[in-house]
């Protein structure tokens, strides 16, 4: 059956360029969390869609983190000028609604040189 | 802060034991637990979860222990395989709508032939 689908599976790109990750949710799930999970860490939440309600943004680490979610489907987080400290693995999830089971992607791993 | 953590970062076992890998909260609102395992290069995957209001839930091969008491939560793997292998980590969910997972570090199993 198809599963969160995140794409690309790998960025690499130079300092202070932007960078656009893709979500694709699973479909019939209203809500969609982005995390970011660096090297041998836990997951940090960043931002959560809920249906048609305003995003819950209070994990976004900066100004230069932002998200959209069109449609109440497909999701993009966009990092600008991206800075080195923001390499990581951008893991996407969607549930079914709050309290429910998160059910990943296998992520974005984003290199920033 | 509040936190989910783990209480060993590693374990190591013999194919056929069985397997505990305990997590502690802080946060004594938490009212919904899950746990994931993560493979290398891969997203977390759910394994099972259990809701404050339970003490115990089985699955095939794990179980999940809630102990609110002391604000412990512990999942055990009956006859581990060498496909368990991987990291787990335990999420808690706090009680109110849509808010995020917060992840514990995460225990690395290591299953020995």
């Known amino acids: 059956g198809a599963g969160v689908s995140q794409s690309p599976s790998n960025k690499v790109t130079e300092k202070g360029k932007d960078v656009e990750l893709r979500c694709d949710p699973i479909?019939?799930?209203?809500?969609l969390y982005w995390y970011r999970q660096s090297l041998g860490q836990g997951l940090e939440f960043l931002i959560y869609f809920q249906g048609n309600s305003a995003p819950d943004k209070s994990g976004l680490p900066s100004d230069r983190f932002s998200a959209e979610r069109t449609g109440g489907s497909v999701s993009t987080l966009t990092i600008q000028r991206t800075q080195q400290e923001d390499s990581a693995v951008y893991l996407c999830?969607?549930?079914?609604?709050?309290?429910?089971?998160?059910?990943f992607g296998d992520g974005t791993r984003l290199s920033i040189l | 802060g509040e936190s989910v953590g783990l209480h060993l970062p590693t374990l190591s076992v013999q194919e056929g034991d069985n397997s505990i890998i305990n997590c502690a909260y802080s946060n004594s609102a938490s009212d919904y637990f899950i746990w994931y395992k993560q493979e290398s290069g891969k997203g977390p995957q759910f394994i099972i979860d259990?809701?404050?209001?339970?003490d115990k839930r089985q699955g095939q091969r794990v179980t999940v222990l809630l102990n609110k008491t002391v604000k412990h939560l512990s999942l055990q793997i009956a006859a581990t395989q060498p496909g368990d292998s991987a990291v787990y980590f335990c999420?808690?969910?706090?009680?109110?709508?849509?808010?995020?997972?917060?992840f514990g570090k995460g225990t690395t199993l290591s299953v020995s032939s």
């Open positions: 999420a808690d969910h706090r009680n109110q709508a849509g808010t995020a997972l917060i």
């Open positions: 259990i809701r404050s209001n339970m």
């Open positions: 999830a969607s549930s079914l609604g709050a309290n429910q089971p998160q059910h």
């Open positions: 479909s019939g799930h209203t809500a």
